[in-house]
Each structure stands twice: as structure tokens, then as C-alpha cells.
């Protein structure tokens, strides 16, 4: 059976720092690693060549919009978990 390792990370953001994350996960998908870290929680990823994409968008008038962004890929190599607070996404 193969190890699991899980980040999970929520807060509520404003649009600029959205920006910043999304630039930094571009910047990682580029240099082929993505590590994301809070206090005491971090991943190491890395991404290769072919990578699974899925899109899906949803808006409801009275409860707001919601979008969804999945990539998924098949990694070798290990990652490392913790636990913790605010993220941060370092490429």
C-alpha cells in the first residue's frame, strides 16, 4: 500500500493575494516543483510532463459563484507533511 501525504488548506483571500498564489503555482508548474507550506504543515511536488486538468465552474444567483481548478500527475519521489495555518506557495 502506498504512503499518502495530504495538505488542505481554506481561508478567505482577497483577489490580489488569489493572484500571488496562482503565479506562484504557474512559476512551480515551470521550474517542475511546488512546495506549499503553512506554520507546521508543508508538501513537496513535483510535477512532470503530462498533467490531468479539469475545469468546473458553478454560479448560483442567491449563493454566490464557485470555481474549482484540479491538476492532477503521476510523481515519483517523496513528499513530506505536517500541519498548520496561513499558506504560503513557494516555486
Known amino acids: 500500500m502506498a504512503d499518502e501525504y495530504r495538505f488542505e488548506y481554506e481561508s478567505l483571500q482577497d483577489s490580489k493575494s488569489i493572484q500571488y498564489f496562482l503565479n506562484s503555482l504557474m512559476e512551480g508548474f515551470e521550474k517542475g516543483r511546488i512546495s506549499l507550506t503553512t506554520e507546521d504543515r508543508e508538501i513537496h511536488l513535483h510535477p512532470n510532463a503530462?498533467?490531468?486538468?479539469?475545469?468546473?465552474?458553478?454560479?448560483?444567483?442567491?449563493?454566490?459563484?464557485?470555481?474549482?481548478?484540479?491538476?492532477?500527475?503521476?510523481e515519483s519521489g517523496q513528499n513530506k507533511d505536517d500541519t498548520g495555518q496561513s499558506i504560503r506557495i513557494i516555486s
Request: proline fraction near 0%; glycine fraction near 4%.
Open 50 to 74: 503530462l498533467l490531468k486538468f479539469k475545469v468546473k465552474a458553478r454560479k448560483k444567483t442567491d449563493a454566490g459563484s464557485q470555481l474549482q481548478i484540479k491538476i492532477s500527475w503521476k
